[in-house]
């Protein structure tokens, strides 16, 4: 197991920015394929953009496509997602998850593959 703190969040005005941190701590944090996720208040969680065990590999929503940008700091223990030009349908909670057996692909897309969750950071933006 391993555990997921997020921070960062916060409200912020449409069109700024915004970084989010997950630091994990208990295991070797660069065996695990992270991602993060976000819900709506009343909507389903969606995927917003996973990362590979080295960080040299991303997926993104399409809807946050171009905006964000997922990163981690392996010796950090820390995986962050970098949030520009927000919208007010970008506000939800977020939060990171992490899996150390999934093999890297297209699944990282699914919250199902992920066995490990942070408690959520909520972001708001404002119109």
């Known amino acids: 197991q391993v555990q997921l703190v997020e921070s960062g969040g916060g409200l912020v005005q449409a069109g700024g920015s915004l970084r989010v941190s997950c630091a994990a701590s208990g295991r070797t944090f660069s065996s695990f394929v992270m991602g993060w996720f976000r819900q709506a208040l009343g909507k389903e969680r969606e995927f917003v953009a996973s990362i590979n065990r080295s960080g040299g590999n991303t997926y993104y929503a399409d809807s946050v496509k171009g905006r964000f940008t997922i990163s981690r700091d392996n010796a950090k223990n820390t995986v962050y997602l970098q949030m520009n030009s927000l919208k007010p349908e970008d506000t939800a909670v977020y939060y990171c998850?992490?899996?150390?057996?999934?093999?890297w692909g297209p699944g990282s897309q699914s919250s199902y593959k992920y066995h490990n969750w942070g408690q959520g950071t909520q972001v708001t933006v404002s119109s």
């Open positions: 998850a992490a899996d150390e057996t999934m093999g």
